[in-house]
């Protein structure tokens, strides 16, 4: 399962759906892009400066995401300039029918490079671009 950013945090921290996916994923074998590190410090930290949760609590995600990335839970594939290309690709074939973001299509071609599908979302536009080029989704809508 290709796992974006956003589920990434609902793992880390506490979301509304965050149960949901913690079962949902349990035991399965997880993956994403080595763009989600950044992308995940930037949202804990996104979510410490809004109040959302302590400095004690975004280290104490990071530390996890971190020992679960070590544990090799979850799987980082590396960026390249083949996945790049793939990506580019991607935006001019989404293009106009969904307004697919930069760092979206890099998610979305690394999915696509590894196989590693359902992609597991709820980014609205990723998962427009992920329907349009067929590829499976978790959740279903």
Known sequence: MYLDSCILVKLLVVEPDSEFFIRSLEGKPLVTSELAQTEVFSALLARER?????????????????????????????????????????????????????????????????????????DARLRDAAQLMGYTIFPEA
Not at 74 to 100: D, F, G, Q, Y
């Open 50 to 122: 809004a109040g959302k949760i302590s400095a004690a609590d975004r280290r104490r995600a990071w530390r996890e995401f971190e020992a679960r990335i070590e544990a090799k839970e979850i799987r980082i594939e590396k960026m390249n300039s083949i996945m790049l290309n793939k990506a580019t690709h991607m935006l001019e074939r989404c293009h106009p029918k969904v307004p697919l973001r930069t760092l979206d299509a890099i998610h979305l071609a690394t999915a696509d490079l590894c196989h590693d599908f359902p992609l597991v979302t709820t």
